[in-house]
């Protein structure tokens, strides 16, 4: 029985389709299951194509499909739905082919990928040579045609590669070539060796069928391909035809595929910079080590923030209905909650308020006031290191870590310990706990065999857990008990907004050597954006989560846009005048609706100014999440708050201070919330105005 398979972009662009339209294509996938050989598919070679496995299909009067018939096996792959003339050019000088060192399918035209270069030639875009100067051999000069073929190179584009003179040749080219290929050129071209860069950007190849020629797509169905899905029986294509199915529930990178199915004997690390897809492998993750839980076992997905939590529960449901049951979806503070008070603590935790008058009676006694340093040094000690360490006794803080602070010798340390155990005194007497203590009583819970442990555990946003958190984290995962697929841990060292001070998982008994990967590869951010954003952080060492620094080598999205708009104002109705102007400039070109745009921070003067222009806004708020489509208006919140969505428009109203660690790493997460337009809004000083 013949297959289909739909393109990635065919479910993009149904819903534009005329109804009459739809509903012939939804025909046409059924007929190709009941018998691909029947005549009222109207299925027809085309003649003025460059390859030959073209064929057209007719779903209304003057709109037709492109389907790329096979040479061997039985699956079809239905590729264009366009007017007649316009699918017919769409497809002229295209070819489809099976890899068949990668195995995946690649569209390429080779005139195309050539006339990028030819268009790039001498006195163009950059100078020519002169006889005496010696030009240097570009990276890529060093492959042999086998070896850039197994880079994913098409055979008929090797010439092609073989032109490449520099960087920029190389860059226009790209755009030409299957995106696999593109992925792992690009990490050679930055230094990796071949191989590195086939295993960073696509994974070991090892266990993928290869094609037997370029037509045989016998094999497509039954491995991970980045834009094309297999049509599962007419309920499954009416699913995946739905005006709100998101593509990250239907389309995986090979890698993130390997990864979400990734079988280990201890836990495991999975990070990459923001737009990577760290989170949907972790919730595919989820979804698949769910189905193979019994009825008694339960999978456990925990992240920092309330907000992304909320997010992903959401997303859960859309994902792994049928497994929904066993998974469960909580923050770390809620978690910590749930375990003390299956262990009857009713206390609570100290508000603002409560820690500011223990604080205060604290330090007027002679235990403090007599100390060499000040009151803010004492609290920031306890709050950054005693607390987040769950150091519990004075031997622990004498030999304890305090990386990024002030050094303190054995005495000091002494004298301040006394300052801590009253505050902690002075809390136990109220019935109170900082979240931190509340995390380490419920440790002890744990530890205590006072609650029972999942069977798997994944964990989001890990970058921002402290020692204690990530002690929990071990506490409550199997990995003990030597059970298989305990732990995995998904993180990035550029979004560490909450904990400053970077944690080794090892320090956590987390020991993930030998099961840790990098995912590098951005999908949801442009490549100009991303370098922004990168940029903001530049000099600033960016850890791995485990200690070393992270390499961002290679790393690349996937497709270009706008270059960032950057803007200077001197004053709130400046910025206000400039942000209403582009978000006039971005939905009334009907480039964007307004839900796809957000601001951030909040600015009182901005929102009045675009309510005033008949613009609707909505606030994002905490432990909610964002409606969506469902409700029109301009999204605005803090920069933490926006953490873990995405826009198509992401304008940053106050760069903030650049020599602030925090705010460069708050202007990274909001940045890297922008699909396609960023417009960043500066105040002039007093200098500049």
Known sequence: MAKMMLHRDVLKN???????????????????????????????????????????????????AIVIAPEKGDTFLLMHIDHHDEA?????????????????????DVEEAERSLHSSELGETEEAPSESMAVPEHALQVLSDEELFQAGVPEALIPAVRAVRNDGDFERLAEYLPPEAAQVLYGVASGMSLDEAINEM?????????????????????????????????????EILSEDIEEWRVFLHPYQRKLVEWHTRGPMKI???????????????????AQHCSDDEKVLITTFTTNLSVTIKGLMGKLAPGVIDRIEVTNLH??????????????????????????????????????????????????????????????????????????????????????????RRQLSGRNLLTFDGLIHQAREVLERGEFPRYRHVLVDEIQDFSLEALRLVASISPIAEGLDNPLCVVGDGHQRIYNSMPVPLGRAGIDIRGR??????????????????????????????????AMTQ???????????????????????????????????SGQLKTHEICLTPANSRVISALQSNGFATVELKARQADPGQEESGVRFGSKKRIKGLEFKAVAILDAGNRDSLLDRFENYVAATRARQQLLVVSRATIEQQ
């Open 88 to 108: 017919y050019q769409w497809c002229r000088n295209k070819r489809f082919e099976a890899h068949r060192a990668l195995g995946t399918l690649q569209v390429f």
């Open 202 to 238: 696509l994974g070991a190849l090892d266990e993928i069928e290869k094609p037997t020629g370029p037509g045989d797509f016998s094999h497509l169905a039954d491995i991970t391909n980045i834009d094309l899905v297999l049509v599962q029986g007419e309920e499954h294509l009416r």
């Open 14 to 64: 149904f819903g534009k389709l005329p109804a009459k339209v739809q509903k012939k294509v939804v025909e046409l996938t059924q007929k190709f299951e009941e018998d691909s050989t029947q005549a009222s598919i109207h299925l027809e070679p085309l003649n003025a194509v460059k390859d030959s496995k073209v064929r057209s299909a007719r779903v209304g009067a003057d709109y037709r």
């Open 516 to 549: 840790s990967r990098r995912l590098k590869i951005n999908y949801r951010t442009s490549e100009e954006i991303r370098d922004w954003a990168h940029a903001a952080l530049e000099g600033v060492d960016v850890d791995d989560l485990d200690g070393e620094q």
């Open 271 to 289: 990070f990459g910079a923001a737009g990577t897809g760290k989170t949907v492998a972790l919730m595919h993750r989820a979804a698949w080590l």
């Open 334 to 423: 809620q978690l910590a909650r749930t375990i003390c008070a299956r262990a009857q603590w009713q206390g609570k935790i100290a508000e603002r308020e409560d820690l500011k008058v223990i604080w205060q009676k604290v330090l007027a006694m002679p235990a403090a006031s007599e100390l060499d340093f000040s009151g803010e040094f004492v609290r920031d000690e306890f709050e950054q290191i005693i607390d987040p360490m769950g150091i519990s006794s004075e031997d622990e803080y004498l030999t304890v870590v305090r990386s990024g602070r002030k050094p303190l010798r054995r005495k000091q340390r002494k004298a301040l310990w006394k300052v801590f155990v009253e505050v």
């Open 554 to 588: 290679g790393d690349r999205s996937i497709f270009h846009g706008p270059e960032p708009q950057l803007v200077t104002c001197s004053s709130d109705d400046e910025v206000a005048s400039a942000i209403v102007s582009w978000v006039k400039g971005l939905t009334e």
